[in-house]
């Protein structure tokens, strides 16, 4: 006859078993559901890059608000820069495209033609929604094969981006496709307030300093 007291330990240890498996097992579901209902936290970026290699704006969609630098690479051979257009609200890019750019390219082939009276009319075209724009900042004029940093602030909003440096024939570079659409997000930038790091003080009435040369002798035309 088999000794109770040995089967009844034996069968209680092995349900002490199961229930720790048990409880190991729901513990790991339970970490797992907790990690999967967790949203995973984006990365905001403080600076963005922007690349052009012919007539083009290679960048991100969308940026968030605030304080933003902007690293412009420009791998042409052509001067570029960057202009940020802020058009009024009800205005997009394909108003910018149909009503915007054909009379600012009439207008500026007839000037290089000598048409001038035909070029002001072309002018004449352009929409009044455009006096409403306005803009609130850019990256300043780049050689081909070099690279400039600007740190801007932009409220959230849709902007449209350009480059209207000319050709040798007039043409605006806009017209001839270097313009992107840009949406700052409602998402703001970690990237602080600038800090200023070298006082300037401006006079109340401006203060012209001459060569002392210069300032003794009266002018004279040539």
């Given at each position: 006859?088999?000794?109770?007291?040995r089967f009844n330990s034996a069968r209680s240890t092995l349900i002490l078993f199961l229930v720790i498996i048990l409880a190991i097992q729901s513990c790991k579901e339970e970490k797992k559901k907790l990690t999967e209902e967790?949203?995973?936290q984006k990365e905001i970026t403080s600076v963005i890059d922007v690349i052009t290699n012919n007539m083009d704006f290679q960048a991100p969609d969308t940026i968030p608000s605030g304080w933003v630098t902007w690293k412009y690479q420009n791998k042409s051979s052509q001067p570029h820069f960057i202009l940020i257009d802020d058009p009024i609200d009800t205005i997009t890019v394909k108003e910018f495209e149909e009503e915007l750019l054909p009379p600012f390219g009439e207008g500026i082939t007839l000037l290089y033609e000598g048409k001038n009276d035909e070029a002001f009319a072309a002018f004449g075209k352009i929409p009044e929604w455009y006096g409403g724009t306005v803009w609130?900042?850019?990256v300043g004029l780049i050689s081909g094969g070099h690279t400039a940093r600007t740190t801007l602030k932009l409220n959230p909003g849709y902007y449209i981006m350009e480059c209207y440096v000319k050709m040798p024939?007039?043409?605006f570079h806009t017209?001839?496709?270097?313009?992107?659409?840009l949406v700052v997000s409602d998402e703001v930038s970690p990237l602080p307030n600038p800090v200023r790091t070298f006082p300037l003080q401006f006079p109340e009435k401006p203060v012209y300093h001459l060569n002392h040369r210069l300032a003794q002798e009266p002018l004279?035309?040539?």
């Open positions: 006859m088999k000794n109770p007291i967790i949203p995973e609130p900042g850019g024939n007039g043409m017209n001839m496709g270097m313009y992107k659409v004279r035309s040539q």
